[in-house]
C-alpha cells in the first residue's frame, strides 16, 4: 500500500514539474518540492520496512535492486530539486523514476534467487556499492539527455521559453561531471567487493562468468567516459553521448543478465 | 474619468531637437498645480508626456512651451493629446512598453516609477493619479507576466548575451574577448557587463583605439598579436572589426581549442564580412554566431512580441474599465456626500420656522433625520451598486444637486 502511494507522488511530481518546465511559477514548484519529499519518505519507509521483513537489506530480485537504484537516485536528486537552477531537472528524472516503481512496484514483495545464507560482509557491501554506482549513472543519464537537448537549441540560437529554464550546459557538465566520478568510483567498489564475496564462498570463476563480463563490460564503457572526461577533457556532449550509450546498454545487460541468469546470485550456494 | 488629460511628445510625433528641450520634472509644474490639481511628468530619451487633472489643458501648454522655449504652434503639432478614458489607457500602454520603441522593453516602467518618486517628493500627485499611477504598474506587472511580450530578446546584443547565459550560466565567472572598438561591440560589451561581467578583454590592430574602449568599458587593452592566447583563455568572444578577410580561422581554432582542453567558448561574430571562418564552428565545443543567425532569430522574436501585443491590450482594457469602475465610485460617493448635504440643508430649513419647544424640537427633528435617511440610504445604496456616469446624473438631476456637473464630465 505505502508503495503504491508512492509511486502515486512520484507521478504526480513529475507532473508538477512538467508544469513548471512550462509554466514557470513559483507556486507549482512550491507543490512538487513538498510532493517529492512525501514520495521520498515513502519511499524509504516502505524499503525499511521490506528489509525489517527479509531481515537484510531488500536487494534479493531485479525488481528489489531496480527499487534501490530508484531510492538513491532520488536521494541524489533533492538538492538539485531544491537549486532554482536545476529544479526543472526533475521533469525529466521523475516521470523516469515513477513508470519504473511502477512496473517493478506489484514484484517488490517477491525475494529472488538470493538466499539468506549469502547475505555475508561482503554481499551488502556489494550490493550496496554496486547499486549507488548504478543510481549516479541513472542520474547521470538524465542529466546527459537534458544537456543535448539544451545544447541542440543553443546551436539553433532560438531560446524558447520553456528551454530558458533549462541549467546552463556548464552546470550540467559539471553536475554530470561528478555524478560520473562518483558513480564510477562507487561501482569499481562494488566489483571488489563482489570479487571478495565470491571468494570467500569459494565459487568457481565458471559459475558467475558471464556476470563477471557483463559487469566489466559496463566498467569498461564507464571508465572510458571517465578517461575521455578527465585526461582528454571530452566535457559537455560528447560526455553526455557516451553517458547515455552506457547507460542504455547498463540496463540491456541487467535486464539481459537476470533474463538469462535469474539466480545468478544464488551460484555461490548451490555450486 | 474626463477629469485627466495627458500631453505626450514622443518619438513618432516629434523629432529629438523638440523631445530634448522638452525634459522636464514635476517640480517644473508646481508653480500652476492649485489646490486639488494634481500633475505628473515623464521624460525620457523617447519622449516627454505630462498627465493632469484639475487644471486647464491650456495652462499645461503653455507652462511647456515656457519651459521649453518652443513656440505654441510647433508644440501643438509636435505632441498626441490624449483625454479621459484615452489618457488613462496611454499612461497604462507606456508603463507596459507597448508605446515603446522596441515593443515591450522594461526600461520603461523603472521610468516611470522614477518619475512618480519625483512627483509624489514634489508633492504634484493626490489620490486619483496616485491611483492611476499604481494601476499603471499593476497592469504593466499583469502584462509582463501574463504575456510572453518581453520574454525575448529583441537586440542582437541582448541575444548574445542571452546565449552565453545558456552556456555559462553566470557571466561573472567567464572571461570575455572584445575584438575590434567598434560601436556593435561596445554594445555588446555593455550588455555583458550590465549582466556582471568582470573580466573584459579589448583587442583591435590600432591599439590606441582598444586602450580608448577598454578606458570607457573598465577592460583590458590587448595587443593584436595576443589573440591566440586570449582566445585559448577566453569564454565569450565578441568580434567585429572592419577586417575584409577572416581573422580567426579553422586551423587557428583548432589549436586554441586544444589549448583550451576543448573548453567551451562562444563566439558572436557581428561582423561584415565576417571575422571567423565559419568552418571554425564546427570545432568540438565552439559555439558560432553570426549576424545573420542572430538578426533571423532576433526578428523572430519582433514578430512574437507583435503578437503578444493583442493578448497585452486586452490586459489594458480590463485594467482601464476597472480603474474606470473606481472612477466612477469616486463620483458616485461625492453624490451621496452632496445628497446628504442637502437632506442637512433641508432639516435645518424645515426646523428654523416653527415654534415649538427645544425638547419638541429635537424630537422631530431626530424623526425627520431617520425618516430620510432611511429614504436617501435606498439612493445611496443604488449609486454604489450601479455608480454608472447615467446614474450619478440622473440623481444629481432629481435632487438638482449642481448645475455643471454634466458640463464638467462631458469634458
Given at each position: 500500500m505505502i508503495i503504491r502511494i508512492a509511486i502515486l507522488f512520484y507521478i504526480l511530481?513529475?507532473?508538477?514539474?512538467?508544469?513548471?518546465?512550462?509554466?514557470?511559477?513559483?507556486?507549482?514548484?512550491?507543490?512538487?518540492?513538498?510532493?517529492?519529499?512525501?514520495?521520498?519518505?515513502?519511499?524509504?519507509?516502505?524499503?525499511?520496512?521490506?528489509?525489517?521483513?527479509?531481515?537484510?537489506?531488500?536487494?534479493?530480485?531485479?525488481?528489489?535492486?531496480?527499487?534501490?537504484?530508484?531510492?538513491?537516485?532520488?536521494?541524489?536528486?533533492?538538492?538539485?530539486?531544491?537549486?532554482?537552477?536545476?529544479?526543472?531537472?526533475?521533469?525529466?528524472?521523475?516521470?523516469?523514476?515513477?513508470?519504473?516503481?511502477?512496473?517493478?512496484?506489484?514484484?517488490?514483495?517477491?525475494?529472488?534467487?538470493?538466499?539468506?545464507?549469502?547475505?555475508?560482509?561482503?554481499?551488502?557491501?556489494?550490493?550496496?556499492?554496486?547499486?549507488?554506482?548504478?543510481?549516479?549513472?541513472?542520474?547521470?543519464?538524465?542529466?546527459?539527455?537534458?544537456?543535448?537537448?539544451?545544447?541542440?537549441?543553443?546551436?539553433?540560437?532560438?531560446?524558447?521559453?520553456?528551454?530558458?529554464g533549462l541549467p546552463p550546459l556548464k552546470l550540467l557538465d559539471r553536475i554530470l561531471s561528478v555524478c560520473l566520478g562518483a558513480g564510477f568510483v562507487s561501482i569499481t567498489a562494488g566489483m571488489i567487493f563482489g570479487a571478495l564475496w565470491a571468494s570467500s564462498l569459494g565459487v568457481e570463476l565458471s559459475h558467475i562468468g558471464a556476470k563477471i563480463s557483463a559487469g566489466a563490460a559496463m566498467w569498461m564503457v564507464f571508465a572510458f567516459s571517465i578517461h575521455q572526461r578527465f585526461a582528454i577533457r571530452w566535457s559537455g556532449g560528447r560526455t553526455a553521448v557516451i553517458t547515455i550509450a552506457g547507460f542504455v546498454f547498463m540496463v540491456l545487460l541487467f535486464i539481459g543478465m537476470n533474463m538469462a541468469y535469474p539466480e545468478s546470485h544464488g551460484i555461490g550456494l548451490t555450486g | 474619468m474626463n477629469r485627466i488629460g495627458c500631453i505626450s511628445v514622443n518619438y513618432r510625433s516629434a523629432p529629438v531637437e523638440i523631445r530634448e528641450k522638452l525634459f522636464v520634472n514635476p517640480q517644473d509644474f508646481q508653480c500652476i498645480c492649485a489646490r486639488d490639481a494634481e500633475i505628473y511628468a515623464l521624460a525620457t530619451c523617447n519622449r516627454t508626456e505630462v498627465y493632469w487633472t484639475g487644471i486647464e489643458e491650456r495652462a499645461v501648454l503653455e507652462r511647456m512651451e515656457a519651459l521649453s522655449g518652443i513656440p505654441g504652434e510647433t508644440l501643438l503639432k509636435?505632441?498626441?493629446?490624449?483625454?479621459?478614458?484615452?489618457?488613462?489607457?496611454?499612461?497604462?500602454?507606456?508603463?507596459?512598453?507597448?508605446?515603446?520603441?522596441?515593443i515591450g522593453e522594461n526600461q520603461i516602467l523603472g521610468q516611470v516609477k522614477d518619475a512618480y518618486r519625483a512627483a509624489l517628493a514634489a508633492g504634484t500627485t493626490s489620490v486619483f493619479l496616485n491611483k492611476a499611477l499604481h494601476r499603471a504598474f499593476r497592469t504593466a506587472k499583469r502584462v509582463r507576466t501574463e504575456t510572453d511580450i518581453g520574454r525575448y530578446p529583441v537586440s542582437v546584443?541582448?541575444?548574445?548575451?542571452?546565449?552565453?547565459?545558456?552556456?555559462?550560466?553566470?557571466?561573472?565567472?567567464?572571461?570575455?574577448?572584445?575584438?575590434?572598438?567598434?560601436?556593435?561591440?561596445?554594445?555588446?560589451?555593455?550588455?555583458?557587463?550590465?549582466?556582471?561581467?568582470?573580466?573584459?578583454?579589448?583587442?583591435?590592430?590600432?591599439?590606441?583605439?582598444?586602450?580608448?574602449?577598454?578606458?570607457?568599458?573598465?577592460?583590458?587593452?590587448?595587443?593584436?598579436?595576443?589573440?591566440?592566447?586570449?582566445?585559448?583563455?577566453?569564454?565569450?568572444?565578441?568580434?567585429?572589426?572592419?577586417?575584409?578577410?577572416?581573422?580567426?580561422?579553422?586551423?587557428?581554432?583548432?589549436?586554441?581549442?586544444?589549448?583550451?582542453?576543448?573548453?567551451?567558448?562562444?563566439?558572436?561574430?557581428?561582423?561584415?564580412?565576417?571575422?571567423?571562418?565559419?568552418?571554425?564552428?564546427?570545432?568540438?565545443?565552439?559555439?558560432?554566431?553570426?549576424?545573420?543567425?542572430?538578426?533571423?532569430?532576433?526578428?523572430?522574436?519582433?514578430?512574437?512580441?507583435?503578437?503578444?501585443t493583442d493578448k497585452a491590450l486586452d490586459i489594458i482594457t480590463s485594467e482601464v474599465e476597472r480603474f474606470g469602475k473606481w472612477v466612477r465610485s469616486l463620483d458616485a460617493q461625492a453624490t451621496i456626500r452632496d445628497l446628504f448635504a442637502l437632506m442637512d440643508e433641508y432639516i435645518a430649513s424645515e426646523m428654523g420656522s416653527n415654534s415649538l419647544s427645544p425638547e419638541q424640537r429635537a424630537a422631530v427633528e431626530q424623526k425627520l433625520r431617520i425618516s430620510l435617511k432611511r429614504f436617501l440610504h435606498r439612493v445611496a445604496s443604488f449609486l454604489k451598486e450601479h455608480p454608472t456616469l447615467p446614474n450619478i446624473e440622473q440623481a444629481r438631476r432629481i435632487f438638482q444637486l449642481d448645475e455643471d456637473y454634466q458640463d464638467r464630465h462631458k469634458g
Open positions: 511530481t513529475g507532473i508538477g514539474f512538467i508544469m513548471y518546465l512550462f509554466w514557470r511559477d513559483s507556486r507549482i514548484v512550491l507543490v512538487s518540492r513538498g510532493l517529492f519529499l512525501a514520495s521520498i519518505a515513502l519511499h524509504v519507509i516502505h524499503t525499511l520496512f521490506l528489509g525489517g521483513q527479509m531481515n537484510h537489506v531488500p536487494l534479493a530480485s531485479p525488481a528489489q535492486a531496480t527499487n534501490m537504484i530508484v531510492l538513491l537516485a532520488s536521494l541524489v536528486f533533492v538538492p538539485f530539486i531544491f537549486r532554482k537552477q536545476t529544479a526543472v531537472l526533475g521533469a525529466f528524472f521523475l516521470p523516469v523514476a515513477g513508470f519504473s516503481l511502477g512496473m517493478i512496484g506489484p514484484h517488490l514483495d517477491e525475494s529472488g534467487g538470493m538466499a539468506p545464507a549469502l547475505s555475508q560482509t561482503w554481499y551488502p557491501l556489494h550490493t550496496v556499492s554496486v547499486i549507488a554506482g548504478e543510481a549516479l549513472f541513472a542520474v547521470a543519464f538524465v542529466v546527459s539527455v537534458v544537456y543535448l537537448i539544451h545544447e541542440r537549441i543553443i546551436r539553433k540560437g532560438y531560446l524558447h521559453w520553456t528551454a530558458s | 509636435s505632441c498626441e493629446i490624449f483625454r479621459g478614458e484615452e489618457a488613462i489607457k496611454h499612461l497604462f500602454a507606456v508603463a507596459s512598453g507597448l508605446d515603446s520603441l522596441v546584443a541582448s541575444q548574445a548575451v542571452e546565449l552565453a547565459c545558456h552556456i555559462f550560466g553566470d557571466i561573472g565567472q567567464s572571461s570575455v574577448l572584445i575584438i575590434g572598438a567598434g560601436e556593435m561591440a561596445s554594445i555588446a560589451a555593455i550588455r555583458l557587463k550590465e549582466r556582471g561581467a568582470r573580466d573584459l578583454s579589448i583587442i583591435n590592430r590600432t591599439h590606441s583605439a582598444a586602450c580608448d574602449l577598454a578606458m570607457e568599458l573598465g577592460g583590458k587593452p590587448k595587443p593584436f598579436e595576443a589573440l591566440r592566447e586570449e582566445l585559448a583563455r577566453c569564454s565569450i568572444v565578441i568580434t567585429s572589426t572592419g577586417s575584409p578577410d577572416p581573422i580567426i580561422t579553422r586551423a587557428m581554432m583548432d589549436e586554441v581549442m586544444k589549448r583550451r582542453r576543448h573548453e567551451p567558448i562562444i563566439i558572436i561574430d557581428i561582423a561584415v564580412p565576417r571575422d571567423v571562418d565559419p568552418e571554425a564552428g564546427k570545432c568540438y565545443n565552439c559555439y558560432l554566431y553570426d549576424i545573420d543567425a542572430l538578426k533571423a532569430i532576433v526578428d523572430k522574436h519582433i514578430t512574437y512580441r507583435k503578437e503578444e
